[in-house]
């Protein structure tokens, strides 16, 4: 039995060939949209690519760049196709492609699924790659004498500063390195040196944090040294009071940033998959329609068009069954009693009227 049959009259195949027409043009837009989100993910990505750690974190951006212009090219001749479609003559020029187009539009329909799936499981990958690289780039902050490393802390600055973080998971991770390069420490001081043997490593570790972790919002003067030790600042209690820097790590920051806009592409691309898949419903309804007036002979009465010629269940077993067979020359499958698709292609005269009438094989 048939999957959702409709029977269409020859003013409906018309006008679902127009409609059809239409729609891929809409749908080459919704290709450049996608192209065009891919191509925003990846710049932004790589606008910060200094504090990520190398890994998967392009295979989004990669896969909507790369759906979007596809989509672009099958739905430019999605549109040529359902164009000729409305005339039977112009049809038999494209009844053989009409199947393998299907198939592929199919395929393509499920890749802007997972492109759109893909957007809500890559935050763990991102949240990886996120603390690796910010923990190097935090690490080698004081090296602006390194060729290499030198722009890391001016990058390091402008991401506390931008999205108002402090530190890889807090403020707290500038106590544990040594982010004041060499260069800068008095080595005659006594202080400089008591600190540099009290560290196993010997590193200048301080309980302070650079400039841009400071707060301009707070009404007190920012307090960046000796954050723990609450006799250096009068009226001051790091434990109690609100700090006057600030305390989100940029980890954290980075990771809201970039998971709402990828919430915000996968909810687009969602949308689009749902208006391809709907596209490529219609199509399989003209393409069965036009087939089977050609099979009657008369190109101005009705027709049937389905998704399906039998039941999800037959038409599985059918494929696989192909599947299996292929290598097999001149083998054709008869199972279900299903005959081969391609068979009475050879003796269909389009586009003519007085075509002898011919039965349309009986769904079993």
Same mark, same amino acid.
């Given at each position: ?271 689009? =998959? /749902?208006? &391809?898949? *709907?596209?490529?419903?219609?199509? +399989? !309804?003209?393409?069965?329609?036009? #087939? %089977? ?12 068009? =389905? /998704?399906? &010629?039998? *039941?999800?269940?037959?038409?599985? +077993? !059918?494929?696989?069954?192909?599947? #299996? %067979? ?39």
């Amino acid at each position: 039995m048939a999957v959702l049959k409709v029977k269409f009259t020859k003013t409906k195949r018309d006008k679902l060939a127009q409609i059809l027409w239409i729609l891929n043009w809409v749908s080459v837009v919704s290709g450049i949209i996608l192209f065009s989100l891919g191509l925003f993910l990846k710049i932004e990505i790589k606008k910060r690519n200094e504090v990520m750690a190398k890994g998967d974190v392009n295979s989004v951006p990669n896969m909507l760049i790369s759906v979007g212009v596809i989509a672009c090219i099958i739905n430019f001749l999605g549109g040529k196709i359902c164009y000729d479609c409305s005339d039977a003559n112009k049809f038999c020029r494209w009844k053989l492609v009409m199947v393998p187009y299907i198939v592929c539009t199919f395929c393509f329909t499920f890749c802007i699924l997972v492109g759109a799936l893909m957007c809500y499981t890559m935050r763990n990958e991102l949240e990886e790659s996120l603390y690796l690289g910010l923990r190097d780039a935090i690490k080698f902050y004081k090296d602006t004498d390194i060729p290499g490393r030198c722009f890391l802390k001016k990058r390091v600055d402008m991401l506390q500063i931008e999205f108002q973080c402090c530190g890889n998971n807090g403020f707290r991770d500038w106590f544990e390195i040594q982010w004041v390069s060499a260069r800068y420490l008095n080595m005659a001081s006594k202080e400089v040196l008591d600190r540099l043997k009290s560290n196993v490593d010997g590193k200048f570790l301080v309980d302070g944090v650079p400039f841009s972790c400071c707060n301009p919002s707070s009404p007190r003067p920012c307090i960046q040294y000796q954050l723990t030790n609450n006799s250096a600042h009068y009226n001051y209690n790091f434990l109690t009071e609100e700090l006057n820097i600030w305390v989100k790590g940029c980890r954290e920051a980075l990771l809201d940033y970039y998971t709402a806009i990828m919430r915000s592409i996968g909810i687009a691309a969602l949308l689009i =998959w /749902l208006f &391809e898949l *709907s596209v490529l419903i219609g199509v +399989r !309804y003209l393409q069965t329609a036009m #087939k %089977n007036v050609l099979l009657l002979g008369d190109l101005e009465g009705e027709s049937d068009g =389905w /998704l399906l &010629e039998n *039941s999800f269940a037959e038409t599985a +077993r !059918y494929n696989i069954s192909i599947i #299996k %067979n292929l290598g097999k020359a001149n083998q054709i499958s008869t199972i279900s009693g299903m005959n081969d698709p391609n068979i009475d292609v050879q003796n269909t005269n389009c586009g003519k009227t007085n075509v002898t009438t011919k039965s349309i094989p009986a769904a079993s």
